[in-house]
């Protein structure tokens, strides 16, 4: 199983703020990561497909790179709702795995 | 739009069955595979099962492998999670969402708001 490690654990930023995050994978998933952001008592929304794809509908403010076993989840400037937790998750092998998140709070 | 509702969560004791439903609407619904994502209390995520678009495969996380089964009925536009023997590490909010394609697997476009399986005697 691959096995997605996630940091910070916690992000403590103020909006406006730029916010990066870290995922990676214990063998090479080659593109085959995605970005989930979570927010308190809501499902998991699609951020970024395929370690860069934006999914439709996310701002320009979010944006994923990165490919094997290192990627980065970019938020450019943070607005308030961008408060929330973010999954990687890589579909390269089965079983499909997540990360244990990133908690990104305001400062 | 799209929209996923589940439905048939609730509390059920250790070695019980239930079954989970989740319809579909807004989108062709056999021209995508569906998956089922569980989040126990407080905690991350975890993926459980997946059927292709027209229902012939099927995968499972080994957590669960013998003791779920995924099915679709894409004439009701229905998808389904049978859940036999269930321990306690079951309990959890169980997401039921929408892959990127037919038979594309892993890419989440969609999720519904979850039913909530808490598995205690």
């Known amino acids: 199983e691959i096995v997605l490690t996630q940091s910070p654990a916690t992000l403590s930023l103020s909006p406006g703020k730029r916010a990066t995050l870290s995922c990676r994978a214990s063998q090479g998933v080659s593109s085959y990561l995605a970005w989930y952001q979570q927010k308190p008592g809501q499902a998991p929304r699609l951020l970024i497909y395929d370690a860069s794809n934006r999914a439709t509908g996310i701002p320009a403010r979010f944006s994923g790179s990165g490919s094997g076993t290192d990627f980065t989840l970019t938020i450019s400037s943070l607005e308030p709702e961008d408060f929330a937790i973010y999954y990687c998750?890589?579909?390269?092998?089965?079983?499909?795995?997540f990360g244990p998140g990133t908690k990104v709070d305001i400062k | 739009d799209v929209q996923l509702l589940e439905s048939g969560g609730g509390l059920v004791q250790p070695g019980g069955s239930l079954r989970l439903s989740c319809a579909a609407s807004g989108f062709t619904f056999s021209s995508y595979a569906m998956s089922w994502v569980r989040q126990a209390p407080g905690k991350g995520l975890e993926w459980v099962s997946t059927i292709s678009g027209g229902g012939g495969m099927t995968y499972y996380a080994d957590s669960v492998k013998g003791r779920f089964t995924i099915s679709r009925d894409n004439s009701k536009n229905t998808l389904y999670l049978q859940m036999n023997s269930l321990r306690a590490e079951d309990t959890a909010l169980y997401y039921c969402?929408?892959?990127?394609?037919?038979?594309?697997?892993?890419?989440?476009?969609?999720w519904g708001q979850g039913t909530r399986v808490p598995v205690s005697s």
């Open positions: 969402a929408r892959d990127q394609s037919a038979y594309s697997y892993g890419t989440f476009t969609a």
């Open positions: 998750q890589q579909r390269s092998d089965w079983p499909f795995t």
